[in-house]
T-cell receptor, first 115, second 113 residues
Framework: GAGVSQSPRYKVAKRGQDVALRCDPI?????LFWYQQALGQGPEFLTY????????KSGLPSDRFFAERPEGSVSTLKIQRTQQEDSAVYLC?????????????FGPGTRLLVL | DQQVKQNSPSLSVQEGRISILNCDYT??????FLWYKKYPAEGPTFLIS?????DKNEDGRFTVFLNKSAKHLSLHIVPSQPGDSAVYFC????????????FGTGTRLQVTL
């Protein structure tokens, strides 16, 4: 089966513009995670869904960041009024269970550049 | 506050030799650790994991060692192959609270011929 897919793969935005990043998890995976990876850093946790419920959004850096997963499958990460510091790779991961220890499978990421 | 640290940004090893990648953590609540491998323009791929109840886990050419008292883990690759050239991330979490992973900053491994 297909892995985790993300779109777009690359996005250039002008400062102040809103962007929406999409994640298609592996079919049947109940858990979905978003991470932000700045240049030269490791991925940093943003938010976590179990089915359609957003159980943890402690990593979202500001109220300009919003994520949703309305039907428990596809998820969208929205960034409003983008700033230059939002430039990063945004990674989505899915897992077959919310139980600890279950492997998270990552998508290729969306590289966002804010000018 | 970096809770998971990989102090070596890069490592170069000859093909056939052992590669040793190191990782330190500060949060004593972490009880599960993973290594991910990442090629350019791809997402991280799970490699191997270890629970804090063990001190070693082996899978083929890859072995992870955990020293809880030192809050240190290492990944050994034997023998190293050119296809192992990638960035390796150490990650950790607490099984009792959340599934979210805390990552280190990565080590770029270059396996030379």
């Amino acid at each position: 089966g297909a892995g985790v897919s993300q779109s777009p793969r690359y996005k250039v935005a002008k400062r102040g513009q809103d962007v929406a990043l999409r994640c298609d998890p592996i079919s049947g995976h109940v858990s979905l995670f978003w991470y932000q990876q700045a240049l030269g850093q490791g991925p940093e946790f943003l938010t976590y869904f179990q089915n359609e419920a957003q159980l943890d959004k402690s990593g979202l850096p500001s109220d300009r960041f919003f994520a949703e997963r309305p039907e428990g499958s596809v998820s969208t990460l929205k960034i409003q009024r983008t700033q230059q510091e939002d430039s990063a790779v945004y990674l989505c991961a899915s897992s077959s269970s919310g139980l600890a220890g279950k492997t998270q499978y990552f998508g290729p990421g969306t590289r966002l550049l804010v000018l | 506050d970096q809770q998971v640290k990989q102090n070596s940004p890069s490592l170069s090893v000859q093909e056939g030799r052992i590669s040793i990648l190191n990782c330190d953590y500060t949060n004593s609540m972490f009880d599960y650790f993973l290594w991910y491998k990442k090629y350019p323009a791809e997402g991280p791929t799970f490699l191997i994991s270890i629970s804090s109840i063990k001190d070693k886990n082996e899978d083929g050419r890859f072995t992870v060692f955990l020293n809880k008292s030192a809050k240190h883990l290492s990944l050994h690759i034997v023998p190293s192959q050119p296809g192992d050239s990638a960035v390796y991330f150490c990650a950790a979490f607490n099984t009792g609270t959340a599934s979210k992973l805390t990552f280190g900053t990565g080590t770029r491994l270059q396996v030379t011929l």
